[in-house]
Every structure is written in C-alpha cells, then in structure tokens.
C-alpha cells in the first residue's frame, strides 16, 4: 500500500505553531491507505480563517472545522491514484486536543486518519457508514499506537 504525501504548511501558521513534523504526518496517511494502486495525497495545514472560508464555500457553514476532505474525481485507468487533498485546521485540533483532555499528537493522528478514510469513499452520514467508519479509525490508529478516539 503506497500512496505520496505532499505537505503544505500555510504561511498563517507556519512559525506560530508547535506542528506534527512531516514523516509523522505522512506515517499516518500511509497508515490509512487501504488500496494496493499507488496514490498521491496532498495535506495542507492553515488556520481558522483560512478553514472558515473553505467550509463555507464548500459545505456552506460558516465557521472553522478540524478536517476537510477533498476527494479527486479521476479515470480508473490512470496508473497513479490521485486521492485528492485534505485540509487541517492548526487551531480547531489543537483546541479539541484540550477540550476532549487527549493528547494533541493523537487527535492530530486521528484527524489525518479520518481525512484520508474520506478520501477514500468512507463517510458518516447514517449510523451503519459511522460505525464502519469509526471501526477502521480504531484499527488504524491502534494499529499506530494511539489509544480509541472515541
């Protein structure tokens, strides 16, 4: 299961926060890639602002997220899978981290982990996709040494 992971720090955040480092970042993609066809992902950490705007213009609500994901909509023929592009929000998981009393490494995990299971057609819209959804974040994440996120 290879996929490649480009990393994109907004200049908003870029010396303001303490960041996962990108081997960390790209350790839980890789994780949570459940094909065998090579893939690129891209992940992108920003800010509040940033995010805000991204979750209004997509999903029409107005304020930040912790995650969004962006699927790519290609050719099953092509050789290389590109995945799409998820978005991280510095602030929301950060904040979360503290609010939930988890540590910040894990949530940060937990939300690649989450993105990259979008990416890849898993969502929780009904009870039966969540928990199928929440199933395969436990595995992976346990499988990475964290702790059940929920």
Known sequence: MTVDVEISVSDSVQNDYDLPETALLTRWAQAAYLNSIPAVVSILLTDADEMQQLNRKYRD??????????????????DV??????VLCVQVIKQEAEQQSRPELSHWAHMVVHGMLHLQGYDHINS???????????????KL???NPY
Request: aromatic letters at 4%.
């Open 61 to 78: 609500k107005d304020k930040p997220t912790n995650v969004l994901s962006f699927p790519m909509q290609l050719p099953v023929e092509a």
């Open 81 to 86: 899978l590109l995945l799409g592009d998820i």
């Open 128 to 142: 039966d996709e969540a928990e199928e959804m929440e199933r395969l974040e436990i595995s992976i994440l346990d």
């Open 145 to 147: 040494g964290f702790n």
